[in-house]
């Protein structure tokens, strides 16, 4: 089936370990996203890609790394979690004028 | 100061009702205008977008205002199922193309 999924869906991890949220799309969208979510501040940009291997800043990006090897492919990776990167976090990819959403990683670091 | 300012709510209103949200933005480079809508922190939905000749989609209706800054959206006959969270959101259509997001207003239709 055509679309962006994620994974893992439900992730609950101790402060300092490292974890990575996968993103994969089927469409080869080239432009790709990681938001979070949090009460109180909407939605945030962290990183976002324009093509395979170019990658770039959002609004809050620290604590956090990503990489594109492949146009598909857009993981995030948390190199030392910390309890404020408890959030859900959404990956989109964008076609010709749409936004489209993966169905969220809820993330829990204790 | 947020880029996209919404009231957050919530807007309690009966079946049936008409209501209105609002919405600012205030980057003047912003040059695609959204309203989607999200169910308990699921993914939100894109909802329709916002043209500045004011657009309509069976209940529900936008309008935006470039030169004040300011989206809308109306809701008539509200029903059950339209509870939920609309966020109002723009975009950029250079550089990043990233959507910036408001808070959210929270809507919750009663019956």
């Known amino acids: 089936d055509a679309g962006i999924t994620q994974s893992p869906r439900y992730k609950i991890t101790e402060t300092g370990r490292q974890v990575t949220l996968m993103c994969h799309q089927t469409w080869s969208h080239s432009y790709m996203f990681w938001y979070r979510q949090d009460l109180g501040h909407g939605l945030r940009l962290i990183y976002y890609s324009a093509a395979a291997d170019i990658t770039d800043k959002g609004e809050v990006p620290d604590g956090y790394v990503v990489s594109r090897s492949k146009t598909e492919n857009f993981p995030l990776t948390l190199e030392s979690a910390t309890r404020s990167q408890t959030s859900v976090y959404f990956c989109?990819?964008?076609?010709?004028?749409?936004?489209?959403f993966g169905p969220g990683t809820r993330l829990t670091v204790t | 100061r947020k880029e996209v300012e919404q009231d957050p709510g919530p807007f309690n209103v009966p079946e049936g009702a008409t209501v209105a949200f609002n919405c600012t933005y205030s980057n003047s480079a912003s040059q695609s205008f959204f309203w989607y809508r999200q169910d308990c922190r699921k993914e939100p939905k894109l909802l329709m977008s916002v043209y500045s000749s004011g657009n309509e989609d069976g209940r529900f209706t936008a309008q935006l205002n470039r030169a004040s800054q300011y989206i809308s959206l109306l809701i008539r006959d509200s029903k059950l199922s339209d509870s939920a969270t609309y966020l109002c959101v723009v975009r950029k259509d250079t550089g990043r193309r990233a959507l910036t997001f408001g808070s959210g207003t929270r809507l919750q239709v009663q019956p």
């Open positions: 989109t990819s964008l076609g010709i004028d749409e936004q489209y």
